[in-house]
């Protein structure tokens, strides 16, 4: 019954060594968000697509991108991880309504680590 | 600009004990809707409620209840006789609405609530 799915749950790479995070989701929702959360912090926006439309945040860093080959799924790639970019990756998703805020449902994160 | 503030950053309570999160928010809309979500350990942030700026009734799930105070730009969430499952950081966020490409949530902080056995 999951709904949102985040591979891996956790993800070690090196300084410097590309990584790519992946989502997935079973609910046929239009929007798809990627937020970036560091200890005892808020999640913090990175970007997001409404289908294959793509939102970049204004101070997302370059070294952040992002693809979504098709509805269910969505990539976070991180192309020079820094030791600054270890953190909690969360995905979620929403479908949107006009004259309201959508709900956003939440996959469980990938937890990064940099060494 | 819309701002989200918790003002505890950290409750401890004995189970059994009702404790209340309280949530203050700030916006220049007249048609918002407010969120609270819960991040146990694990990580995921799971939805609780949403609530519309034309909804002030209070609302209660179980031993979950939030009170929505337009008056004063609050949106509380009460948890009654508290479990050690409640443990968890808890999230109040705002959203605009007439967006059609997505919703934007501005976070609090989170109230890290420790509930002990």
């Known amino acids: 019954d999951a709904m949102v799915i985040q591979n891996p749950r956790y993800q070690v790479t090196q300084f410097g060594k590309p990584v790519t995070l992946s989502c997935s989701q079973t609910?046929?929702?239009?929007?798809m968000y990627w937020y970036q959360q560091k200890s005892s912090q808020a999640p913090k926006l990175l970007f997001h697509?409404?289908?294959?439309?793509?939102?970049n945040e204004a101070d997302t860093p370059d070294n952040f991108q992002s693809r979504r080959p098709n509805t269910s799924f969505c990539f976070l790639d991180i192309r020079s991880p820094g030791l600054g970019d270890a953190a909690m990756y969360l995905c979620?998703?929403?479908?949107?309504?006009?004259?309201?805020?959508?709900?956003?449902?939440f996959g469980p994160g990938t937890r990064l680590t940099v060494l | 600009a819309q701002k989200v503030t918790q003002a505890q950053t950290e409750i401890s309570v004995v189970e059994k004990e009702d404790v209340t999160l309280d949530c203050v928010y700030e916006t220049r809309d007249t048609t918002y809707y407010l969120f609270w979500y819960k991040q146990p350990p694990s990580g995921e942030l799971v939805f609780l409620i949403r609530r519309n700026s034309f909804d002030e009734q209070n609302e209660i799930s179980g031993r979950y209840s939030w009170n929505f105070q337009k008056s004063t730009s609050s949106f509380n969430f009460t948890i009654t006789a508290s479990q050690v499952v409640d443990s968890a950081v808890y999230f109040c966020?705002?959203?605009?609405?007439?967006?059609?490409?997505?919703?934007?949530?501005?976070f609090g902080e989170g109230t890290q609530l420790t509930v002990n056995p």
């Open positions: 609910l046929n929702h239009n929007v």
């Open positions: 697509y409404y289908d294959k439309d793509f939102n």
């Open positions: 966020a705002l959203s605009e609405v007439g967006r059609t490409s997505g919703s934007r949530l501005t």
């Open positions: 979620a998703t929403s479908r949107p309504f006009l004259g309201r805020a959508d709900t956003q449902y």
